[in-house]
C-alpha cells in the first residue's frame, strides 16, 4: 500500500485512494472500527500502520502539489517584452499651467526687448515690501494692499515691487529688469484672489522718460495679445513709489477701455533707499496683473477657474 502511494501520479488519484481507505467506508476505517476486538500487540501494530499511511499520504501530497506549483510557474512565466496583456492607458499628453504657460510667454517677449529676469523672495520684510518703496509707516497707502503677515513681522509680498528693490541693492544702476512672480492679498472674487501673479517692470538710466515707457508697454502688449498694434489710455493715479503714477488701460476689442497695469517714474525716494542719486539717474516701472492678462487673453471672466482643474474648461479653451 505504501509503495502504490508513493507511486500515484496525480493529485486527484491520490484523493481518491485515501477516501478508499480512510473514507466512512474505507477499508482502514474499517479496520479501525475493529479494533476493539484486537488484543495489544495487533492493535500497537494497527497503530502503527495508519500513522505510517498517514505520513505516506502526507509526503506524496506534498510532492505532487510541488510538482503541479513548478509547472504553472513555469506556464505563467512573465514575458517583460510582452505587454499585450496589459491595461494600455490612452495616451494624452500632459501640459504646462496655463498661468505657467503665460509667464513663460511674457518671459519670452521681455527678453526679447532686452529686459533681464529676477526673482525675489516671497515672504518679504517690511522694508522691502513696503518702506523702501516710500510707503511711510502708518500711512493709509498701506491700506490699499490687504496683507498676509506672517511670524516674525514679515509678510506675504503683496506685490512684486520689492524685487525692483532687491535688485537694484544688489546690482546697481543703471538697471532694465523684469520680475514676474507669486504676490499675496487677503481677497476674493471672480477676479481677485488670495494668491496670484505680477509681472514687474524697471528701467532705469541717464536718460529714461515716460515716453519708453509707453512705448516699450505697447511693444510688450502688442506681442502679448498677438495684434499688430495698441491703443492705450493713460490715466493718473497714486503709488507711493512712482511719482508722477499713472494707470494704463487697453482699448479691447475696438469699445471698451480696461485697466491693465499701474506704472510711473521712480519716486526720487525710492531710488535713494537704494543708494542712487536722484540728479543724475531715473527710470520708470510698471506693474501689471498675470492673472489678469491671461483671462483677457483667453477670455474668460472667472478667474478661479484657473486653480479648479476642471479638465474639459482647460481643454475647451485650448490651452
Ligand atoms: C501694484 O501692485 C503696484 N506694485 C504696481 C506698480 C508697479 C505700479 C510699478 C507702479 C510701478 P496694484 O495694486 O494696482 O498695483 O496691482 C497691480 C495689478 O495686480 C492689478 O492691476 C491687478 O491686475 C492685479 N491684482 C491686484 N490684486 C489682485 C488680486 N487679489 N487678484 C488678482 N490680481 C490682482
Known amino acids: 500500500m505504501l509503495e502504490q502511494i508513493k507511486n500515484i501520479k496525480s493529485l ?15 477499508t482502514m476505517t474499517a479496520r479501525l472500527k475493529d479494533m476493539k476486538n484486537l488484543d495489544n500487540d495487533a492493535r500497537a ?12 499520504f502526507k509526503a506524496a ?34 501640459k504646462l499651467h496655463p498661468l ?4 513663460s510667454e511674457i518671459a519670452a517677449i521681455f527678453e ?12 518679504e520684510d517690511d522694508w522691502h515690501n513696503f518702506g523702501a518703496l516710500n510707503f511711510p509707516e502708518h500711512h493709509p497707502a498701506r ?6 503677515f506672517v511670524d516674525g513681522g514679515n509678510l506675504l509680498r503683496t506685490h512684486t515691487s520689492p524685487v525692483q528693490i532687491r535688485s537694484m541693492e544688489s546690482d546697481g544702476v543703471p538697471i532694465k529688469i523684469f520680475c514676474p512672480g507669486a ?20 528701467h532705469i538710466d541717464k536718460n529714461v522718460t515716460m515716453s519708453d ?10 506681442r502679448f495679445f498677438e495684434m499688430d498694434s495698441v491703443d492705450l489710455r493713460v490715466r493718473p493715479s497714486y503709488f507711493p513709489f512712482t511719482e508722477p503714477s499713472i494707470e494704463i488701460d487697453i482699448k479691447w476689442r475696438g469699445d471698451k477701455w480696461l485697466e491693465i497695469m499701474g506704472a510711473g517714474m521712480v519716486h526720487p525716494n525710492v531710488l535713494k533707499n537704494v543708494g542712487v542719486n536722484p540728479d543724475e539717474f531715473q527710470g520708470f516701472a510698471f506693474g501689471a496683473g498675470i492673472d489678469r492678462l491671461t483671462m483677457l487673453k483667453y477670455g474668460y471672466n472667472d478667474g478661479r477657474k484657473l486653480f479648479e482643474g476642471d479638465i474639459r474648461w482647460i481643454k475647451a479653451k485650448g490651452f
Open 143 to 148: 491700506d490699499m494692499h490687504d496683507t498676509f
Open 112 to 123: 526679447s526687448m532686452g529686459y533681464g529676469l529676477r526673482t525675489g523672495p516671497d515672504i
Open 61 to 94: 501530497q506534498e510532492e505532487l502539489e510541488n510538482t503541479a506549483m513548478l509547472v504553472a510557474l513555469a506556464e505563467q512565466k512573465l514575458d517583460a517584452a510582452d505587454t499585450s496583456h496589459q491595461y494600455q492607458p490612452p495616451v494624452t499628453n500632459g
Open 183 to 202: 504676490t499675496y492679498r487677503t481677497e476674493m472674487d471672480a477676479t481677485h484672489f488670495p494668491m496670484f501673479h505680477q509681472v514687474e517692470g524697471l
Open 12 to 26: 486527484d488519484e491520490l484523493m481518491a485512494l485515501h477516501s478508499a481507505t480512510f473514507g466512512k467506508t474505507g
Open 213 to 222: 515707457l509707453i512705448s516699450d508697454v505697447k511693444i510688450f502688449l502688442a
Open 100 to 103: 505657467t504657460q503665460t509667464m
Open 45 to 56: 501494530a494497527l497503530n502503527a500502520e495508519v500513522a505510517a499511511m498517514r505520513d505516506a
